[in-house]
């Protein structure tokens, strides 16, 4: 059974940057498809970015397009997301998620194994 733990959240200021961790056990992630997705207070939950099995090719929820990275580190089993420029409305709980198809998208239906979550807040 495929497990993930999310790390790296805190608190940092508008304009700071943060990375975020998804570190798995229990399966190998280079087979499977991994997104990020986050929930804000009272909001439902959005995806963020994803990259797919494989070739590790992304894709990104226009919101955080060029101020966020997804990549992968095989060697540690391990995903990451490299958030920079960071906005207040980028506050929330982040879960990785994984599922085992080659080409990545932004629906949570489409994910099988999600992590407890871990909470990034912007704020001065």
């Known amino acids: 059974q495929l497990q993930l733990v999310e790390s790296g959240g805190g608190l940092v200021q508008p304009g700071g940057s943060l990375r975020l961790s998804c570190a798995a056990s229990g399966g190998t992630l280079d087979y499977y498809a991994i997104g990020w997705f986050r929930q804000a207070p009272g909001k439902e939950r959005k995806g963020v970015a994803c990259?797919?099995?494989?070739?590790?090719?992304?894709y990104y929820n226009n919101t955080v397009k060029g101020r966020f990275t997804i990549s992968r580190d095989n060697a540690k089993n391990t995903v990451y997301l490299q958030m920079s420029s960071l906005k207040p409305e980028d506050t929330a709980v982040y879960y990785c998620?994984?599922?085992?198809?080659?080409?990545?998208?932004?629906?949570?239906?489409?994910?099988?194994?999600w992590g407890q979550g871990t909470q990034v807040t912007v704020s001065s």
């Open positions: 990259t797919s099995s494989g070739d590790g090719t992304t």
């Open positions: 998620a994984a599922g085992m198809f080659r080409l990545c998208g932004l629906t949570i239906g489409e994910y099988d194994y």
